[in-house]
């Protein structure tokens, strides 16, 4: 993870609101605590007040197990965030660093056990995918491309409920690749509940989609509910304020 600069008052958004750092901070530090609780070790990098949305780290990066790609960030803004990343992830992984004119946001990527869903959005392109696919192929991983229809990442849109099912934004992108994959598609309606968080056996859920977090219970989750509210101002979500490193042997979401 990574802290939140007094710059992400600069941070790129699609709406034209006013971003406060710390209320965004208080935000974050409910979420590092979330994620502790789950029995992850957090490795925290300094913020970059030259990059004002350093805290979305998961852009910046994908590990694969061993392997990790380093992305060149469709937002030209934000390709000095990449460096840092990379050199905490080396004490974990061999990273595979990308090329322009290749571009890919780590928000475009969606693993479902060995596959990689990579959306193919504003952010990422096709030759950053096909990057993606080479490093994929030393871990077994096959990449499917999918064309993002509307939203930023593919992951503001969709993301894996659990092992066996996804949550899928209707009107983001066709689920059909999804469903072809074997899990189950749970279509929702609140703007921000296609992003959760699936780690191990609990789910992170934003309170902006109180109807989503409801049917995951209903499901029998452990659902935890957090309020993110500032950083979806900013356009991000849960799964972009981390960069999940997998147990050896193990895969998250
Ligand atoms: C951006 O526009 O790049 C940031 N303000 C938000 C990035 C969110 N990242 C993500 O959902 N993976």
Same mark, same amino acid.
């Not at 208080?26 to 979420?31: E, G, K, M, S």
């Not at 890919?104 to 990527?109: C, F, S, T």
């Not at 096709?126 to 994929?136: D, E, K, R, W």
């Given at each position: 993870?990574? /802290?939140?600069?007094?710059?992400?008052?600069?941070?790129?958004?699609?709406r034209?609101?006013?971003?406060?750092?710390? *209320? /965004?901070?208080?935000?974050?530090? /409910?979420? $590092?605590?979330?994620? =502790?609780?789950t029995? !992850?070790?957090?490795?925290?990098?300094?913020?970059? &007040?030259?990059?004002?949305?350093c805290?979305?780290?998961?852009?910046? =990066? @994908?590990? +694969?197990g061993?392997?990790?790609a380093l %992305?060149?960030?469709?937002?030209?803004?934000?390709?000095? &965030?990449? &460096?840092?990343?990379?050199?905490?992830?080396? *004490?974990?992984?061999?990273?595979?660093?990308?090329?322009?004119?290749? #571009?890919?946001?780590?928000?475009?990527?969606?693993?479902?056990?060995? +596959?990689?869903? @990579?959306?193919?959005?504003?952010?990422?392109n096709?030759?950053?995918?096909?990057?993606?696919?080479? @490093?994929?192929?030393?871990?077994?991983?096959?990449?499917? %491309?999918?064309p993002?229809?509307a939203?930023?990442h593919?992951?503001s849109?969709?993301?894996?409920a659990? =092992? *066996?099912?996804?949550?899928?934004?209707?009107?983001?992108?066709?689920?059909?690749?999804? =469903?072809?994959?074997?899990?189950?598609i +749970?279509?929702?309606?609140?703007p921000v509940?296609?992003?959760? +968080?699936?780690?191990?056996?609990? $789910?992170?859920?934003?309170?902006?989609?109180?109807? #989503?977090?409801?049917?995951?219970?209903?499901?029998?989750l452990?659902v935890? @509910?957090?309020?993110?509210?500032e950083l979806?101002?900013a356009?991000?979500?849960l799964? !972009?304020?981390?960069?999940r490193?997998?147990?050896?042997?193990?895969?998250?979401?």
């Amino acid at each position: 993870m990574r /802290a939140i600069p007094d710059a992400f008052t600069a941070a790129l958004r699609t709406r034209d609101v006013p971003l406060d750092p710390a *209320r /965004a901070r208080d935000q974050h530090l /409910a979420y $590092v605590a979330a994620l =502790a609780a789950t029995g !992850c070790e957090i490795v925290w990098l300094d913020a970059d &007040e030259s990059c004002p949305d350093c805290c979305f780290v998961e852009d910046t =990066a @994908v590990v +694969l197990g061993r392997h990790a790609a380093l %992305t060149v960030p469709g937002a030209p803004s934000r390709r000095d &965030e990449v &460096e840092p990343v990379g050199l905490a992830l080396s *004490r974990w992984c061999a990273v595979h660093p990308m090329s322009a004119p290749a #571009t890919l946001d780590g928000g475009d990527v969606m693993r479902a056990a060995d +596959l990689l869903f @990579v959306g193919l959005s504003e952010r990422t392109n096709a030759a950053g995918a096909a990057f993606l696919a080479q @490093v994929a192929a030393y871990e077994g991983l096959r990449v499917v %491309t999918v064309p993002l229809g509307a939203g930023l990442h593919l992951k503001s849109a969709v993301t894996l409920a659990d =092992a *066996r099912a996804v949550l899928v934004l209707g009107g983001a992108v066709d689920p059909a690749p999804f =469903a072809a994959a074997g899990l189950e598609i +749970l279509p929702v309606a609140e703007p921000v509940g296609g992003n959760v +968080l699936h780690l191990g056996d609990r $789910v992170l859920v934003s309170a902006d989609a109180p109807d #989503t977090a409801a049917r995951l219970r209903d499901r029998g989750l452990d659902v935890r @509910v957090l309020d993110v509210s500032e950083l979806h101002k900013a356009d991000g979500a849960l799964t !972009c304020l981390s960069v999940r490193i997998p147990r050896r042997g193990t895969w998250c979401a």
